[in-house]
T-cell receptor, first 115, second 115 residues
């Protein structure tokens, strides 16, 4: 069964450093998403990406965040200058279509710890 | 704004007993509702969805969910729980008002099935 894969599974970084979280969505999917879950809180939408551009972003997704699909297979989330409050589990997801009845497929997540 | 609520942080049930994990929703327009499960060190796995049609939706691993419009609920159920069902369960609603139909999640319910 095809799946979304994320690397690394766990990333520890010092405050102020840049991190790149990587995702390989399912190959025939067209819509890509990043979500995050701060420990003990809700899973929150960060950003969606379609046709090589951001199609929607949340208030959380400020200038320190960026996404990219550099080579047609990887989908990355970059956090430019990490803060303690960026510590969370980050999930990548993809869907075949953008319609409301389409389920999203999620990766196993990257746990980011900022120290 | 679309939202879902999971009123129980944890549900405990004995193996072989029926289980229910509760979810209520608040949407404007038609609700598109989903259940996901997260096993330890795994990503979010799709279980089932309600788009339209029958109020009882069947999904993976023997789970089903009942859509109740008058009570604005979408409770997850299983007739006979297994120890292996122990995991974190998330209810979600698709936000059709945005550009890309992002998911809005509940806070999650930890299901613990005792042998």
């Amino acid at each position: 069964e095809p799946e979304v894969t994320q690397t690394p599974s766990h990333q520890v970084t010092q405050m102020g450093q840049e991190v790149i979280l990587r995702c390989v969505p399912i190959s025939n999917h067209l819509y890509f998403y990043w979500y995050r879950q701060i420990l003990g809180q809700k899973v929150e939408f960060l950003v969606s990406f379609y046709n090589n551009e951001i199609s929607e972003k949340s208030e959380i997704f400020d200038d320190q965040f960026s996404v990219e699909r550099p080579d047609g297979s990887n989908f990355t989330l970059k956090i430019r200058s990490t803060k303690l409050e960026d510590s969370a589990m980050y999930f990548c997801a993809s869907t075949r279509r953008g319609q409301t009845n389409t389920e999203a497929f999620f990766g196993q997540g990257t746990r980011l710890t900022v120290v | 704004a679309q939202s879902v609520a999971q009123p129980e942080d944890q549900v405990n049930v004995a193996e072989g007993n029926p289980l229910t994990v509760k979810c209520t929703y608040s949407v404007s327009g038609n609700p598109y509702l989903f259940w996901y499960v997260q096993y330890p060190n795994r990503g979010l796995q799709f279980l089932l969805k309600y788009i339209t049609g029958d109020n009882l939706v069947k999904g993976s691993y023997g789970f089903e969910a009942e859509f109740n419009k008058s009570q604005t609920s979408f409770h997850l159920k299983k007739p006979s729980a297994l120890v292996s069902d122990s995991a974190l369960y998330f209810c979600a609603v698709r936000d059709g008002g945005g550009a890309t139909n992002k998911l809005i999640f509940g806070t999650g319910t930890l299901l613990a099935v005792q042998p």
